[in-house]
């Protein structure tokens, strides 16, 4: 607990380019991501997570984006002031990443071993076959059956779930600490998301590196999560251990968005909706972004964002306790 | 009349046929699919990728042709000879909502005159008579009457599909295919839309087919559901007991990988193995080599879809041999 966190993100402030000027999709987000935990970053469209994961990588085109606040320390280097020489060295390396669609991650005119073993040759000094061997031994460690011979597949050939797999192989090829995964299972059908949870689960233990799991499913966040963070329009309203977060949600945002999710079980008859919609960037909202959708908005809430409160142990929350008192009287 | 199915579907076959480097193949999208929808019900169809659940939708408005098999609308048969004929003289009565609320309103059109266009076409309404209907489908979905001279790119998501739905029930349908309507939508938009399909359902007396990957969506929203595996229906019940009790192993499976909005939870083991390959299905029940189940009989013989209880039909041969 007291050893410094692998990665800390500190009031990271992120804008991007449009038309007329600058518009702020990411505002004084701060995470910790400590040494073999699992952070779970869920939020809606527009909240920020997938902004806040890329520029820890600093994977945003630069001519469109800035950021004009904030720190990304990953053992105890500021990725945002390292050079770009030094960024090529940690991405891939000690910080993987794997996306949505893995379609479009893949190189289609070359084979699965081919893609390997140049994330391996890049961070590595081996021979062509070596780097071709650790690839097949890769494949075998996501379990995809038959390995040596896929591997001379080209992704065409697989199906979105292998595909999947063949990116998580590519990710731990350099043993990372860290594993960034981007909606790793919504492009999925629901039994290969089942899979290939799992088998995240199983390498993070085998690896014993440490997750940042971002997606919209509370399901998702609920199975995979150590601790969550939850994100609205580009701010982080909640941060709680996962069985904390989903036992006693604080925050507005949070309990409605949890009230909305459709049940497996249980005999509500309608869903729970949030009215109203999520905010653009370019909207200028001087208060708290949940403010306009939130029932229990006081007038101050509207005039300026809350501070994080502390409410529980490694609970923290965007609002103000009046308005969490009233929370509770709900919850 | 009153117990009269608005859609009866009856071994209905769709064969695509695909071209690859070594000539074409036929890849079996839909095999032996049978089903009714009852007015004034939601019949839910699920399945994954490749299920063959929007092929059935888009055969049932008459997007697409059936290769074999029946399907009757209102009691009048679409398909085969005077088909055509007879999907027309029903057209009027059933719609279609996709999935996507982007693709669906044409970017350069005001939203209203899009909501109008059906009405336009029908011709039954003078131009005046039009903008109060379009008003008035604008207030039914809960739409300020004043967007109606915006443009698509004005809204949210959300609201493009609530534009979507207006248009959709411009010509008062009595059945909607409702294709993953809400699988584009984030949570909180999501819950909305399937609140007010209920309600129009309510207030309309609409029928509705259902169409979603979602089973928790698909769970809110309707009276009996159908799932599919790889072109065919494998379990269909009420929805209270396919949920409580799934019978087919695949819609058990199906039911065990959702991941529960519950750390404390926990999954029973996951299936292994993908959805085949329509071009070269498995042998027997398709679901065999995923089935934990699994029986010699599985792997040679197809399991049809036959009754299990009064309301409920499974094709699997651990029930045909209970029954």
Same mark, same amino acid.
């Given at each position: ?14 804008? =991007? ?17 400590? $040494? ?81 073993? $140049? ?104 199975? =995979? ?12 309203? $909640? ?6 977060? =989903? ?61 994080? $409160? ?22 | ?24 193949? *036929? ?85 209203? /005159? ?16 039009? /903008? ?40 008062? *349908? ?6 993953? *309507? ?80 519950? *750390? ?10 993908? !959805?085949? /390959? ?23 013989? !197809? ?10 039909? !499974? ?9």
């Amino acid at each position: 607990m007291a050893a410094a966190p692998l990665l800390a993100i500190r009031d990271l402030t992120v804008q =991007f380019r449009v038309d007329a000027g600058w518009v702020t999709a990411v505002e004084g987000v701060s995470i910790d991501i400590g $040494e073999g935990d699992c952070v779970g970053v869920v939020g809606e469209s527009g909240s920020g997570k997938s902004v806040t994961a890329l520029s820890i990588l600093r994977l945003h085109d630069r001519a469109t984006t800035r950021i004009p606040n904030g720190s990304i320390v990953f053992k105890g280097q500021d990725l945002l002031k390292s050079s770009k020489r030094s960024l090529r060295g940690i991405r891939g390396g000690e910080i993987a990443m794997i996306f949505q669609d893995p379609m479009s991650s893949l190189n289609p005119v070359l084979t699965v071993s081919e893609q390997i073993s $140049e994330t391996i040759q890049q961070h590595q000094k081996m021979s062509g076959t070596a780097a071709r061997q650790r690839a097949v031994e890769l494949l075998d460690l996501v379990r995809i059956p038959d390995a040596r011979r896929r591997a001379d597949d080209y992704p065409h050939r697989l199906s979105g779930g292998m595909r999947q797999r063949v990116m998580v192989a590519m990710a731990i090829a350099c043993r990372p600490r860290l594993l960034i995964a981007d909606e790793p299972t919504t492009a999925l059908d629901v039994t290969i998301q089942a899979q290939i949870l799992e088998l995240l689960r199983e390498l993070r233990q085998e690896l014993g590196m440490s997750v940042m799991l971002i997606s919209h499913d509370l399901g998702v966040i609920a199975e =995979f999560a150590q601790s969550v963070v939850v994100m609205y329009a580009g701010r982080v309203v $909640e941060q709680a251990p996962v069985a904390q977060l =989903f036992r006693r949600p604080v925050h507005p945002y949070t309990v409605g968005l949890m009230a909305a999710v459709p049940k497996l079980d249980g005999d509500a008859t309608r869903l729970s909706a949030i009215p109203g919609r999520i905010p653009g960037p370019q909207e200028d909202i001087p208060g708290c972004r949940f403010a306009p959708r939130c029932g229990f908005a006081l007038n101050s809430c509207l005039q300026a964002p809350p501070p994080t $409160e502390l409410v529980g142990e490694l609970h923290t929350v965007r609002c103000p306790p009046q308005v969490l008192a009233l929370g509770d009287v709900n919850g | 009349m009153a117990d009269a199915p608005i859609v009866e579907v009856r071994g209905l076959k769709k064969t695509f046929m695909v071209s690859h480097a070594g000539g074409t193949s *036929p890849l079996n999208a839909l095999d032996d699919v049978n089903f009714d929808v009852m007015p004034g019900e939601t019949l839910g169809l699920v399945g994954e990728s490749g299920s063959g659940k929007s092929t059935a939708g888009r055969i049932l408005v008459g997007l697409i042709p059936a290769t074999a098999g029946t399907v009757s609308l209102f009691g009048r048969r679409i398909t085969g000879r005077d088909g055509a004929a007879a999907l027309r003289a029903v057209r009027s009565r059933l719609q279609f909502v996709f999935q996507d609320p982007y693709a669906a309103l044409n970017p350069r059109m005001r939203v209203g /005159s899009s909501v109008a266009e059906p009405l336009e076409i029908a011709g039954k309404l003078s131009r005046r008579d039009r /903008s109060d209907r379009v008003a008035e489908l604008f207030e039914l979905v809960g739409l300020p009457k004043i967007s109606t001279d915006r443009y698509p790119h004005e809204f949210s998501g959300g609201q493009r599909q609530r534009i979507v739905i207006a248009r959709s029930l411009a010509l008062n *349908p009595d059945f909607i295919v409702c294709d993953e *309507p809400v699988s584009a939508l984030d949570v909180s938009m999501q819950a909305q839309i399937v609140n007010l399909l209920m309600d129009l359902q309510q207030r309309l007396g609409l029928t509705y087919l259902f169409i979603a990957h979602d089973l928790a969506v698909v769970r809110m929203i309707s009276t009996r559901v159908a799932v599919m595996y790889a072109g065919s229906i494998v379990e269909t019940a009420p929805k209270k007991d396919i949920y409580a009790q799934p019978q087919h192993p695949y819609t058990k499976a199906l039911l065990d990988a959702v991941p529960r909005p519950d *750390p404390a939870f926990v999954r029973a083991p996951v299936i292994s193995g993908e !959805v085949p /390959s329509l071009l070269d299905p498995p042998k027997g029940c398709r679901f065999h080599p995923r089935c934990p189940l699994v029986m010699d009989r599985c792997r040679t013989e !197809v399991p049809r879809l036959a009754a299990s209880g009064t309301e409920r039909q !499974v094709a699997c041969h651990l029930f045909a041999e209970r029954n």
